[in-house]
């Protein structure tokens, strides 16, 4: 069955860099679109970054510029480098896989991730 585990997160001054992983199993990693979400306390769960089977990737506006989503297909891994953090990044951050057929873009671009597959969540606190 299909795994996602994050790991990376924790607490930084605001600044800071953080670099979060998903490590996938249980389905053909390299096909699948893979996504990164956060949902802060009180607020509704945002998509942060998304990269298709092709390597194309889309951001929200928030972390255009801080933030790379990439992905090591031979270690069935996503990642998510984040620089110059900020208070308002706090947040629990997810990664999804979505199978194909799919369009892979965020849910501010249209995307629908209802049928995805979700990981526990990694806590990342920026002060």
């Known amino acids: 069955h299909v795994q996602l585990v994050e790991s990376g997160g924790g607490s930084v001054q605001a600044g800071g860099s953080l670099r979060l992983s998903c490590a996938a199993s249980?389905?053909?990693?390299?096909?699948?679109?893979m996504g990164w979400f956060r949902q802060a306390p009180g607020k509704e769960r945002e998509g942060v970054a998304a990269i298709d089977s092709d390597g194309s990737t889309n951001y929200a506006d928030s972390v255009k510029g801080r933030f790379t989503i990439s992905k090591d297909n031979a270690k069935t891994t996503l990642y998510l480098q984040m620089n110059s953090l900020k208070p308002e990044d706090t947040a629990m951050y997810y990664c999804?896989?979505?199978?194909?057929?799919?369009?892979?873009?965020?849910?501010?671009?249209?995307?629908?991730?209802?049928?995805?597959?979700w990981g526990q969540g990694t806590q990342v606190t920026v002060s």
């Open positions: 999804a896989a979505d199978q194909p057929p799919h369009w892979c873009k965020l849910p501010a671009y249209g995307g629908s991730w209802s049928e995805s597959y």
């Open positions: 249980g389905y053909t990693y390299s096909s699948y679109c």
